[in-house]
C-alpha cells in the first residue's frame, strides 16, 4: 500500500459527514456508522476477522501465524472535532490497515489488532476517550450515565448506534500509535517523522486579577488600580518564564476584561493559564512559579488575584524499549531520527495503563490541526509506513519464537 | 443656603428616573420633565425668570442692577447615564441656584443665567453636549435628525417634549461649571476644592494584533505567533510610557482574544487605547510613541498590527484670567489652591467657543462616579458655595461699574 492510497482512503472517509461540505464525525453518529462499513470492508480485505465492541470500537483481528499468542494493538480514533480536517484520528487508523495490508496475508509471530476508536475529542459528551477507555475496561457507570446536549446518555446513544458486546481483555505486547503532529516542529526540523517519547502533562487554570474600575480620564495613573496592566504584565512574564524553561509550553488564550469599555479602566481581568511538560515536577514547579508572579504582581499595586486550578493530568511516558525499536525502524527507513514530547492528548495515554506504548508523529504541514486545511504529504505517508513495517520486524526479533 | 440643602435638592431629582430604584434620566424624557419642574420652583424663588430654549435647556435669568447689561452663565447638565449618582451634572446646577439664592435679591452689575442642560452624557443619540450644543448655536442639521434605539430623531424628542424658542445668543462675560471631580485626585490631597485650567484632549483607537492562531500544547514557545503575549508586552509598555509622562493617563480598558480558547494560542487580540492629555502636541506625541511600540512588537515576532484611530478630540483651555480669580475666590475661602486638569469632557468645553470659562471641582468620595454610590460631602459642597459667592464678588470687581 503506498501513502497516496492512505490518502485516499483518508478522504473517503472525510466525507462521511453530519455537515455538508465541512466535516463533523462525532461518537454514533449516522457518518460514524459510515465509516465503519467502509473500515470493515477495508480490514475484511486485508484479512481481519472484524467486531464492534460494547463501547463502539471497530476492531479488526489479523491472526498470528500458529501457535503465536501474542497479539499487537494499532489503533487511533476517527471520531472528529466540528469542521475538522481529514487526518487527525483517522490517518492512524487507515495506517494501521495499511501496515496489514502491506503483509500481502504473510502471518507474524504476533498477531495484530486494529481499532478505530469511537471517541477521542470529547466533543457530544464534554469527556475524551470513551472509546480507548471502554477497551481498557474503565468506561464506568458514571461515563455511561453521562448526556449530550439533547440528554441522551452514552450508554443510550451506543445502544441506538448497536454494538456488541465487552471483549476479555487482551494482553497486548503493546500499543502502537501513528498520529499527524499536530504542531510545526517536524515541519520547522525538515523531517517527515518523529518518535514520540512521551505525552505532556498538563495545569489549566483560570486566574482572576481584581483592581478597580474606575474612569480612564479623570484617574491619575499612580492612584490606578488597573486590572488589565497588572494581567499584562504577568501574561508578558508567563511567555518568558516558559521561554527559559526547556520543554515547557505555557499559553494564556484567553482574557476577558471587565467592565470592558475603552474609557473605564478594567476592575477585573479573568485569564485563563494552559502549562504542560513531560515532566510533571517540571510542569508543577513552573505553575507555581507563575502563580506567586501573579500574586506578587497583584500585591505590588494593591490589586487582589485569585487562581482557580481547572485541570491537572499527569505526563504519560512512552514504552522507552518500544520508542527505541522504533527510533531503529526510522532510522532503518532512512530518516534522521527526533525524539519529541506530544503537547496534546492520546488515546495512547490511556492505552499506556494496559500497555508497553509506542507513538509515531507524522509531519503537519503548518502545524495546521482541527482545522478544514489540515493536510498530510503522500510522501511523509509512504516514510510512516515504511518504519511502521520496519517496526512490525523489530519487534518479530523481539517476539518471534 | 447651606451644602446639607443642595445636596438634599439633588436628593430630590434624583427620585426622577426612568427606572424604579435606580437614577436613570436620559434626554427629554418623562424625569427630565419632572427635573424641570422642580428647578422651575427653585430659580424662581431665587427670583430668576424661567424658560425652556429650542435645545430643551432650562434657562433661568436673574437680573443685574439697573443698567447691568453683562451676564454670566452658570450651569450644568441634569440627563444621566444609566444607573448613574445624584451628582454628576446635577450638582451643578442646584449650586447655580444656590449661589443666587444666596445673594438673598441683592443686584449685582451683571445678570447671572443658571442654565440646565438637558443632555450632557450622550446615553439616547450616541453623541454628547446636545443641550450646549444648542445654546452655543451649533444644533445642526445632522444632529437634529440622528435618531435614537426606537428610530426617533432628535427633533422629533425635542418637539414630543415641547420645547420653547431658539433664544438669541447672549455675550457671556464668562461661563462657570461646578462639578463633582469624578477622580481620585482631590481626595487623594485632601482637598474640597479644585480650580481646572484645562479639559484634557483625547485619542481613542482601537489597536488589533494579528498573529496565528495554533494549538496551545503543540506549538513549542519558539514557533508561536502568540497575539496575546505581543498584546501584553505593549499593554505593560503603554502603562510603563504614561506613567513617565506627566500629566498624562493611557488606558486599555478592553482586550478581546480571538478564538479566546483556554487551549488555542490567540491570533487575533483587539484591545482599546483611551490617551488623554492637556496639551495636545504632547498627547499626540505620546499615542505615535506606544503606536510606534506596537509596530515594533510585531514586527520582532511576525505579527501584524491594525491601528484605528476612532476619536481625536483637541485639548480645551479655561480662561486664564477666570481661573486666577476663582483661584482667589478658592485661597480667600479658607482652602489651598489646587490647579487640575479635568480628564473627562464637560459642557464647559462647549462653551469655551462662545465665552471665557471657569471650573470649580467639588471632592468625589472614593473618585466613584457614573455608579450609584458616586457621592458629595456636605462640607465640600458648601465649601463650593463660599468659593462660588466670592468668585462672583471677583467678577463684580471686574465688571462692576
Excluded at 474609557?263 to 507563575?290: K, Q
Aim: some cysteine; proline content about 3%.
Amino acid at each position: 500500500m503506498t501513502g497516496a492510497e492512505v490518502v485516499a482512503r483518508c478522504q473517503v472517509l472525510a466525507r462521511m459527514s453530519e455537515t455538508p461540505g465541512a466535516i463533523t464525525r462525532t461518537f454514533c453518529s449516522k457518518p460514524m456508522r459510515e465509516a465503519h462499513h467502509a473500515l470493515r470492508g477495508w480490514m475484511e480485505e486485508a484479512g481481519m476477522r472484524v467486531s464492534v465492541d460494547h463501547a463502539g470500537n471497530l476492531r479488526g483481528v489479523y491472526p498470528a501465524r500458529e501457535g503465536g499468542e501474542a497479539c499487537l494493538l494499532i489503533g487511533s480514533h476517527i471520531d472528529t472535532v466540528p469542521d475538522a480536517g481529514a487526518y487527525d484520528g483517522v490517518l492512524g487508523v487507515v495506517l494501521g490497515i495499511g501496515l496489514v495490508a502491506g503483509l500481502g496475508g504473510r502471518r507474524l509471530s504476533f498477531a495484530i489488532e486494529v481499532v478505530a476508536f469511537s471517541e477521542e475529542e470529547g466533543v457530544r459528551f464534554g469527556v475524551p476517550f470513551i472509546g480507548s477507555r471502554g477497551l481498557v475496561g474503565t468506561l464506568d457507570e458514571e461515563l455511561l450515565s453521562r448526556t449530550d446536549a439533547q440528554g441522551l446518555s452514552v450508554a443510550r446513544a451506543l445502544r441506538d448506534f448497536g454494538t456488541g458486546s465487552e471483549l476479555p481483555p487482551h494482553e497486548y505486547i503493546g500499543y502502537f500509535e501513528m498520529h499527524i503532529e499536530q504542531g510545526p516542529v517536524l515541519e520547522s526540523l525538515g523531517l517527515p517523522l518523529g518518535v514520540v517519547t512521551a505525552i505532556a502533562g498538563q495545569t489549566r487554570a483560570e486566574v482572576c486579577f481584581r483592581g478597580a474600575a474606575n474612569h480612564a480620564g479623570t484617574t491619575p495613573m499612580h492612584l490606578r488600580r488597573d486590572a488589565m496592566a497588572a494581567a499584562a504584565r504577568w501574561i508578558a512574564l508567563v511567555e518568558r518564564t516558559a521561554r527559559v524553561t526547556v520543554g515547557a509550553v505555557a499559553t494564556v488564550g484567553s482574557v476577558q476584561t471587565l467592565p470592558g469599555a475603552g474609557n473605564v479602566i478594567a476592575g477585573e481581568v479573568r485569564a485563563t493559564l494552559d502549562v504542560r511538560h513531560a515532566d510533571d515536577d517540571v510542569r508543577e514547579a513552573l505553575v507555581n512559579r507563575l502563580r506567586c508572579t501573579a500574586e506578587k504582581i497583584a500585591e505590588r499595586r494593591g490589586l487582589q488575584v485569585e487562581w482557580k486550578t481547572r485541570l491537572l493530568q499527569a505526563a504519560v511516558a512512552c514504552n522507552e524499549g518500544m520508542a527505541e525499536m522504533l527510533e531503529r525502524a526510522v532510522g532503518a527507513s532512512g530518516h534522521r531520527i527526533h525524539r519529541m514530547v506530544s503537547g496534546a492528548g492520546h488515546d495512547a495515554m490511556i492505552l499506556s495503563s494496559i500497555a508497553p506504548t509506542a507513538m509515531l508523529f507524522v509531519r503537519s504541514p503548518g502545524g495546521i490541526s482541527h482545522h478544514p486545511n489540515e493536510s498530510v504529504l503522500e510522501n511523509d505517508v509512504d516514510a510512516a509506513l515504511a518504519a511502521g513495517s520496519l517496526f512490525l520486524r523489530e519487534l518479530e526479533t523481539v517476539y518471534g519464537e
